[in-house]
Nanobody
Framework: QVQLVESGGGLVQAGGSLRLSCTAS????????MGWYRQAPGKQRELVAR???????NYGDSVKGRFTITRDGVKNTVALQMNSLKPEDTAVYYC??????????WGQGTQVTVSS
């Protein structure tokens, strides 16, 4: 069973930065995309950033220009650099791996809290 292990969450003041990382416990085949989603209390899970196997990226509107997704296709890792953090970025952040013809993998989530 593949596990996605996330790290890098924590507490930061508004305007600060955090870097999230997600590593797969074993090799994953047929990856279409890797990305990050988040869920704040009382809200639906939403896209933060996603990178396809071909390198195309898309970002949630609220994080454009502040967050950057990077991916190591060989190591099956994906990272999220978060700058200029705002209190509204507070959420549990989840790593997701999308695969061709198979259900996606999800990480267990890592808490990011931004204080004002």
């Amino acid at each position: 069973q593949v596990q996605l292990v996330e790290s890098g969450g924590g507490l930061v003041q508004a305007g600060g930065s955090l870097r999230l990382s997600c590593t797969a416990s074993k090799s994953i085949f047929s990856i279409n995309a890797m990305g990050w989603y988040r869920q704040a209390p009382g809200k639906q899970r939403e896209l933060v950033a996603r990178m396809t196997d071909g390198g195309r990226t898309n970002y949630g509107d609220s994080v454009k220009g502040r967050f950057t997704i990077t991916r190591d296709g060989v190591k099956n890792t994906v990272a999220l650099q978060m700058n200029s953090l705002k209190p509204e970025d507070t959420a549990v952040y989840y790593c997701k791996v999308e695969r061709s013809n198979f259900p996606p993998y999800w990480g267990q989530g890592t808490q990011v809290t931004v204080s004002s």
